[in-house]
DNA sequence: AAAAATTGTTGAACCGTTTCAATCAATATA
DNA sequence: TATATTGATTGAAACGGTTCAACAATTTTT
């Protein structure tokens, strides 16, 4: 079954090659006539054009960037993306994404997709599995295409945009150690992600900073996601004596802390009076719940915003630009779910 | 500012432009001296191969599909992607996907892009504003680009993947009606959306088909977000005398029954003792909350597999294949946001 | 020393469109 | 009737890569 080219709908047609380009693009030009038999000639041979070769020739080929997230059903990469959506809008580019799942292949390929495509630039949140799998990003320098990170990752010259997680997590825990909290543990975040390692850094910097010791076991390896929360938190208090309960909860992030609340109250443990427990990233849903979340707020949509401006402005300069790193701040926000352990709390 | 081609890479390294192009795909073939010297004039220069005159000849051109969704951060539209993903994946294709966010002019420009783009078909969840925008949708027929629609749109042949929402709603409804309750309100979706109007529908065919008569206060405007319902709600309340209050409230979709219960709860009104809520969709969120949400479980990642299944199968067929719609039933699942008015609960 | 094999490079053909000056036919104008 | 004008179509030249048979230079084998 040979392609069908353009050339096969004017033969058809009977008209030339010129003719049947006019038709598709809508030029004003065509004869009705004409216009109806290559408006025939095409759904008989089911012809589509291909873009490659439209594109070659035409320079207009409308702008858009690429957005590479971790996870898509993770409001923390959503709200990201609503901020590249938003910047980029404004300067004329669409954005497309793709989600990686974690998965690192898939990471090669869709980088890969990016700069095939009419892609302009990409956005990328890389999955850090084992330690040197970054030559698709060499792949990206190599051939110039333009991009901007949002994590660290080790052994690459990039522009990364990203959030203070060792000291927005080190605000969190000092503030907790700082109203009496003695027994807190950390439901950690997946592998391969520096958000994990970074949040554990700031966890145990709080500690070292403090009159307490730190100690292995109170980084517990969750997930990213609710059932994760909501399962770790069972398994962790099951069979475990009242006495040993920790005070205090720091999560992964928000959607763990959901899933670590909806498993207290299935225990009937209450929050915050038996129980603190400390979200991450600030999602919409957090100040909506019936006990609201204190979080750390990152800056997301801002996060986004940053990422598509750097691109941009890379994607739009003659000269390559010198390259940026940027680090935002997160803030920690106090609602319900805490309370001091001390009779006069501090401040 | 002339365009840089690998013409010019070739005359800078002084090779000829196959040489280029075998160091750029990374052929085993180059002398590494010779390889060198192209990377340093690519740099130089600041060469960016197009991906365009590259996929025209290279037939290999890897298999993406594109998906148009309405709105990123709702759980709805991504646990859709979800489903496309699983399915696109294990047959070799990636998925790229945008977002309208409702605006209809960023609907065509993507439909456009993707068309243009070295994408094979596509899955879009249209914005129906106005009666006739669809020229977007004629324009992806006429050059026999493959594409499914998530929604039933008039005017246009196309293959569909949707929801039963009217007898969903009907279901749920009914449910409310057959124990008891008398005045139920809906808090009703978007314009511009069929769900909504399908939702109403179904909502006043089961007054129809009970003894109760439909009134139009019962159909209140919101919206599809957390915040809508939140507002609205409180808005609806305020001022109102107890007597009344509705019996129950069903929403939109679960976004908007979260919004609802957190307002309710900030009212101080008890869910389901007072006032029962019933949402739409079951997002992950719904059953992991202190009172877990009664809902109309739509089988998202089922609806986002078919039409990937439907597309994809399109994509690869030689002949046009047979226009297909697919309608998907909804599950009404009851939890303990809504309670029986009846002494003696039917069934 | 001749023949064969290996390694590296070239350059022309090709991919499938768009573009636009040139042409042609039909109609309007002088 | 000759000349402009208008409307519709043509066809050849791009666009910027990849591909691969052919060739050149070098090394190995006979």
Redesign the pocket.
Known sequence: MK?????DVARLA?????????V??EKT???S???KAVLNAIKELQ????GS??N???T?SENSIGLLIRELDNPFYTAIALGVMGYARNKGYLVLIASSEGNHILEENITKSFSIKDIKGAIIAPVLEGTAEIEHLFRLKMINFPFVLLENVKGIQANVVSIDNIKAMNKAVKYLIDNGHSRIVHFAGPKHASHTYERIDGFRRAYSESLFAFNSDMIVPTGAHLEDGYKKCLEYFHNRNREDFPTAIVCYNDLVALGVMAALLEMKIKIPEEISVVGNDDIPFSRHIPVPLTTIRAPMFELGKKAAEILIRNIESPQPLPIENVVLEAEFVVRKSTKTLLSYPKG
């Open positions: 392609k069908v080219t353009i050339e009977g008209v030339s090659k010129g003719t049947v380009s006019a598709i693009n030009t065509v004869n006539e004409t216009r012809y589509r054009p291909r070769a439209r070659l020739k035409t207009t």
